[in-house]
């Protein structure tokens, strides 16, 4: 089962009706932090010295980035894949990247999250 995430904040949830939509609440959070932004965890988040790169040059490293903070902030998913939502040109043009990603519940968490089908 792949789940598809966007950095797009929705709002906060702070009691979640089950672990799927927790896990997928954080990674929403992981992607759309920029790290320093966190007084008690600097590390915590995207690494935003990607500002004023290059377009291609700052859409690897973001999907790079992406990967390593949701593996190390957020163990009970996987990545299948980093992507880009399509905005108007404009957005482009002017460096807005916002990414969505796939991700999959491990396992041992799809039983305790109800029984979803094996990722």
Same mark, same amino acid.
């Given at each position: ?35 320093? *932004? $966190? ?7 995207? =690494?935003?010295?990607?500002?004023? @790169?290059?377009?291609? #040059?700052?859409? !690897? ?19 299948? *894949? $980093? ?7 404009? =957005?482009?043009?002017?460096?807005? @990247?916002?990414?969505? #990603?796939?991700? !999959? ?15």
């Amino acid at each position: 089962m792949q789940i598809d995430v966007s950095a797009r904040l929705d709002g906060i949830d702070f009691a979640p009706k089950d672990i799927l939509t927790e896990i997928i609440q954080n990674v929403r959070t992981i992607i759309s932090t920029t790290q320093f *932004s $966190v007084p008690l965890d600097r590390r915590f988040g995207i =690494d935003g010295t990607v500002i004023d @790169l290059p377009l291609p #040059v700052a859409m !690897a490293r973001i999907s790079a980035e992406v990967i390593r903070a949701i593996t190390e902030y957020e163990p009970r998913c996987r990545v299948v *894949s $980093v992507d880009f939502e399509s905005t108007v040109a404009t =957005d482009a043009e002017e460096g807005h @990247l916002i990414p969505k #990603v796939s991700i !999959a519940i491990k396992d041992e968490w799809l039983e305790s999250a109800g029984g979803y089908e094996s990722v």
